[in-house]
């Protein structure tokens, strides 16, 4: 069975497009959110996403671990990008291969910075998502004007960001469709 939002989600929405915005109604719908709104929200946000590219593979699989995490960007001794190393990197070309982890050098394996695909802080949630589903990757770095690491997100990130962006605007639609007003709360 749908929630009351979503019953009325797709003719609020509809009935919305068709009205003329009034003054303050605008302001109430977000909108877009950005790669950084997504990061903030991130576990990358409160941990050191990086590691040197001359540790061994065992080092960023223990991080991995330790954080419950996937990838990490890849950096030189100065701190500046190289690439990027995931899970993926790790099982397809440590584990299939028969190399051991502690032997290995993390550039060996990583996702060097010629192929990167990556995002600046501003592009929108739907840009990187965009992105990701293209080159079927999981995580995207997001690099500041000059080139330095700002950030990583996941699209399970993305996901969550865009979720909730959708779930306020479908509760202010519903708001302002029962009389409650576009730009006031549920309360």
């Not at 060097?112 to 079927?136: G, H, R, W, Y």
């Not at 995580?139 to 979720?163: N, Q």
Request: glycine share 6%.
């Amino acid at each position: 069975m749908f929630s009351l939002a979503s019953q009325i989600a797709r003719p609020v929405a509809q009935a919305a497009r068709s009205l003329p915005l009034r003054a303050g109604f605008a302001t109430s719908v977000k909108e877009g959110l950005t790669a950084t709104d997504a990061w903030n929200k991130s576990c990358y946000s409160e941990m050191d996403y990086t590691i040197n590219e001359d540790l061994p593979v065992y080092e960023a699989v223990q991080k991995f671990a330790a954080y419950n995490i996937g990838c990490l960007v890849t950096v030189d001794v100065d701190g500046k990008i190289t690439g990027v190393v995931s899970e993926r990197d790790y099982v397809c070309k440590i584990a299939l291969l028969s190399k051991t982890s502690k032997d290995t050098a993390v550039k060996e394996i990583s996702t060097k910075s010629a192929n990167l695909i990556t995002a600046s802080p501003s592009e929108s949630v739907s840009e990187c998502m965009a992105k990701m589903l293209m080159k079927d990757i999981r995580h995207l770095p997001l690099l500041d004007e000059s080139g330095g690491v700002m950030g990583i997100v996941s699209i399970k990130d993305l996901v969550k960001a865009e979720l909730k962006e959708k779930e306020e605007a479908i509760r202010t639609l519903s708001d302002f469709a029962l009389g409650k007003g576009g730009h006031f709360g549920s309360e």
